[in-house]
């Protein structure tokens, strides 16, 4: 029993239709798929940097209100590691709180360094700068944000070579 050859080419042009929409659906996956870990890409980006925004934000509140910081804010030196290293509830205990934006942060101050011979200009007569350095801490975050920013402070006569310096951040990182 043979049968009819447009049957048997009504087969093969089947076949070749039923390839192609599933080669067609393969590709179409595939470029939404594509699509979707971009956007994802794009999202966590944005809140990236939203995060780093929104903590720049803080760090300049505090610079701008150093001057009436609570003492208990300010603790002893200690290097980057250390702080780095130090438990939530420790940042809860000797930190200080500062909510922006609906979002939590712990922040402490630490005097580094007084420079009394530092002026501003080649005609100033006042002299004498302080450096803080600033570290942030999100409350819903792991990263720490430090701060060096120098103020002007006349506290102590120079008795040294004065020299210019600048006022406000010095530098800035992200660990």
């Not at 087969?11 to 239709?17: D, K, N, P, R, T």
């Not at 390839?19 to 699509?35: G, P």
């Not at 939590?104 to 450096?131: M, N, R």
């Not at 942030?136 to 103020?151: E, G």
């Amino acid at each position: 029993m043979d049968m009819p050859l447009l049957n048997k080419q009504a087969g093969h042009f089947l076949l070749a239709v039923l390839i192609f929409i599933h080669l067609l659906s393969m590709v179409t996956l595939y470029e939404l798929s594509t699509l979707k870990n971009q956007l994802q890409f794009a999202s966590l980006f944005w809140h990236i940097k939203e995060d780093e925004l929104l903590s720049n934000e803080v760090v300049v509140t505090i610079e701008n209100k150093l001057d009436n910081i609570k003492k208990s804010c300010i603790i002893l030196p200690q290097s980057s590691d250390e702080l780095r290293r130090l438990s939530r509830d420790w940042w809860h205990q000797f930190g200080c709180r500062l909510t922006l934006s609906g979002r939590s942060y712990q922040y402490v101050i630490e005097k580094i360094q007084h420079d009394p011979c530092a002026i501003l200009t080649h005609q100033d007569d006042v002299s004498g700068i302080t450096y803080y350095r600033i570290s942030v801490l999100r409350n819903d975050s792991s990263s720490i944000l430090q701060t060096i920013t120098a103020v002007s402070d006349v506290t102590e006569t120079c008795k040294g070579q004065k020299h210019i310096r600048k006022l406000g951040r010095h530098s800035w990182r992200e660990f």
